[in-house]
């Protein structure tokens, strides 16, 4: 083989690497959607069925945030009433992670790996904050988070295809409502 040709060969995998790299910058949760609107797609399975998997995508991601940033109030705070809430969250947010990825197996759904863009930028945020301040930033992420989960599970406790996706909607839905309601009044208490 000339020289000639084999240049080109050589630096294929110069190529290659390149482009792997771009990966790791990828939006896990629009990657997980992704994958999954593809699957769903190849398999001409219904719209419905469709925003089944986006509610699990969701609701995983949420899990992940919830739980991140409640171990992050149990050392940024110096609120007990914030630490004493961040601590049930994790615990309550890892049993619900538990169940959707058990759920997303038996239903050939890919979750994300890792927070969204928005998601890890509200993380980030809290990380640079301490006491007063993070609270009052921790306490606004539960609330929006709270809010966005509870109308997700409502629609998706009347709307869902999947039996099963169904009933877990209608099973969170309870405790995203306390959380929600734990978080509001929280907040109420740090403004006093």
Known sequence: MSVSRLFPLLLLPLGLSSCSSGESNKDPVAEAKFKNEKRIGDEAITEKQEQDAEYVV?????????RDASQLAQTK?????VKALAQSLVAQHAA????????AAQKNIVLPTGLGGDQAQTLGQLAAL????FD??????LIDLHKKAVDEA???RDEAYDGDIRQ???QQLPLLKQHLEAAEELQDQLKK
């Open 168 to 170: 877990l909607a209608t």
């Open 96 to 103: 619900n992670q538990q169940t959707i990825q058990t759920l």
């Open 136 to 141: 009052q930033k921790y306490t606004d992420a």
């Open 130 to 133: 301490n006491g007063a301040a």
């Open 77 to 81: 705070s110096t609120a007990p009433a």
């Open 58 to 66: 969701n609701t995983a991601s949420h899990n992940m945030f919830v």
């Open 154 to 156: 409502e629609d998706m």
